[in-house]
């Protein structure tokens, strides 16, 4: 029987830390300070400009603007079209201009764009807008998660990792707490509605607008590039901390920062667990998506005398106790996953839950008159507890692929555009607002969702014993010898002067 102590030993987080020297030390702190605020900061912003849309429509923008159908489903697929569309690039963008010109930059102006939406007269207007933010936030995650990983060894990345990640259910909770604040203080100001006016702009995209411009330009002095190509302007960033940064990277086998080459993309496409992560990684998103409509579900709820169950101030109070829920799990998971040193088991538990609220939602949508609201309300929290798989499954994939930066850049890339692709018209036929909160077959499709992610992963932990760690020659010997053959090419070919103005593999 294992003790708690040899549990504990198992444990990153309770391991003893790295020695560090005075000047690491330094480093580190200088990190947590200025790159993991700019990040998390940046991250609550990214997810408050894009839950705004769902806080606004609930609380007038519906009547407002008169809209009578699925709007609410086609402001998310425009987002999300031009989501999927332009993050790869933007990926790839992120490995020949300076991070701290196009996260800040793209940053800045998706604050615009959300300034804009305040003046938006009517669906149509929004729809346009829509697809502009969803283009300038596409690099926003994965431009990060990527930074972070150069500039933290492998004991410091997942705790820096799981705290960014969650700062985006902090987004969420966010929005709503703003937008109760503006109908409570500013609904009727001058004349004007919490929301919007006939003269003036919407109180909630204004408010966010200029806390992202904020963000944005904070960020070109906060994020440090790459440490073999550190930012001029990060006046809290020194010469002496560039070069511990880079014997960081050296001590613990990480490769300096390089442009996404062919040859990586090649390597990419016939890996297996190319497309077998990212399915997995879908079905997750697909099948938790109902959490996404919990404020439709309090707005449309009415009691049995027709009058509505809630108010607009508690639609948008409400689902922050979800997002705390979240927030709280997203660590409970990563935690465990720490100190039991696995990822499937707990996807594979969340799965599991996942399939609790599935199936009471189906029943109640089915006989909402039989079955008590109640049950309903507490399936919506119970879901947000099945939230936490998204760092399980990118940890898992750091694990198979250890020797292929470029190819874990890729993957990551291309999972996160799979889902938005997936996305961009699943939902308006899934979870059409006309329908809610009664959808006809939402949540029978989550029930055989979940049930696939939990054969998924149980299938990928036999294929990852089977040959990711039993040395199969596809992911471990030939493709390393191909790796380091294609390298040894790329030596020769500097040597030899080729390619001195735009050879691919040129360091950033």
């Known amino acids: 029987m294992v003790s708690i102590r040899s549990l504990a030993a198992r444990a990153a987080i309770f391991r003893p830390s790295e020695k560090r020297s005075p000047l690491e030390s330094a480093l580190v702190r200088r990190l947590d300070i200025f790159l993991m605020t700019f990040g998390c900061i940046s991250q609550v912003i990214k997810y408050l400009d894009q839950q705004n849309i769902s806080s606004a429509y609930v609380s007038g923008m519906q009547r407002d603007l008169n809209l009578t159908g699925n709007e609410l489903n086609f402001f998310t697929t425009y987002f999300n079209i031009s989501y999927c569309i332009f993050l790869i690039p933007s990926q790839i963008m992120l490995t020949y201009v300076r991070p701290s010109y196009w996260l800040p930059g793209l940053e800045l102006a998706w604050g615009v764009i959300t300034g804009l939406l305040a003046l938006s007269q009517s669906a149509t207007h929004v729809y346009v807008l829509r697809f502009f933010l969803g283009m300038f936030e596409s690099s926003a995650w994965p431009g990060m998660m990527t930074i972070l990983a150069y500039w933290y060894t492998p004991a410091e990345l997942a705790k820096r990792m799981a705290f960014y990640h969650s700062c985006q259910y902090i987004g969420s909770m966010m929005s709503g707490a703003l937008q109760v604040a503006i109908l409570n203080t500013l609904d009727g100001s001058h004349g004007l509605a919490g929301w919007r006016s006939d003269t003036s702009p919407f109180w909630l995209f204004v408010i966010n607008a200029i806390m992202t411009v904020v963000v944005g330009f904070a960020g070109i002095f906060m994020l440090p590039d790459y440490p073999n190509k550190p930012n001029p302007r990060a006046f809290w960033f020194t010469s ?95 935690i465990a996953s720490d100190i039991l040193q696995t ?21 109640w949508t089915q006989n909402p008159k039989t079955t008590p609201i109640a049950a309903a309300y507490a399936s919506y929290f119970l879901t947000y507890l099945s939230l936490g798989t998204a760092p399980l499954i990118m940890s898992w994939l750091a694990d198979m692929v250890p020797h292929d930066s470029e190819a874990r850049t890729l993957i990551v890339g291309y999972t996160i555009a799979g889902v938005y692709s997936i996305t961009a018209w699943s939902q308006v036929l899934v979870w059409p607002a006309s329908q809610a909160p009664y959808y006809k077959s939402a949540w029978q499709l989550s029930i055989g969702l979940w049930l696939l992610v939990i054969f998924l992963t149980c299938l990928l932990r036999f294929l990852d014993r089977r040959y990711s760690h039993r040395d199969e020659p ?18 020769a070919g500097h040597e030899s002067g080729l390619g001195k103005s735009g050879d691919s593999e040129e360091k950033v």
């Open 474 to 491: 596809s992911l471990h010997s030939e493709e390393q010898e191909q790796i380091e053959q294609e390298k040894a090419i790329t030596g």
């Open 240 to 334: 002496e901390h560039a070069e511990m940064a880079r014997e960081r990277l050296n001590r613990h086998g990480r490769a300096q920062a390089t442009r996404i080459t062919w040859a990586g993309a090649r390597r990419t496409f016939v890996l297996w667990i190319s497309y077998f992560v990212p399915f997995l990684y879908i079905a997750t998103v697909l099948a938790q998506y109902g959490y996404n409509y919990f404020n439709l579900f309090l707005q449309k709820a009415k009691n049995t005398d027709g009058t509505l169950t809630w108010s607009s101030q508690q639609v948008n109070a409400i689902p922050i106790g979800g997002g705390a829920i979240t927030v709280l799990f997203v660590w409970v998971w990563g």
């Open 343 to 363: 990822r499937w088991t707990l996807i594979v538990i969340q799965g599991v839950i996942g399939l609790i609220p599935s199936i009471t939602m189906s029943i």
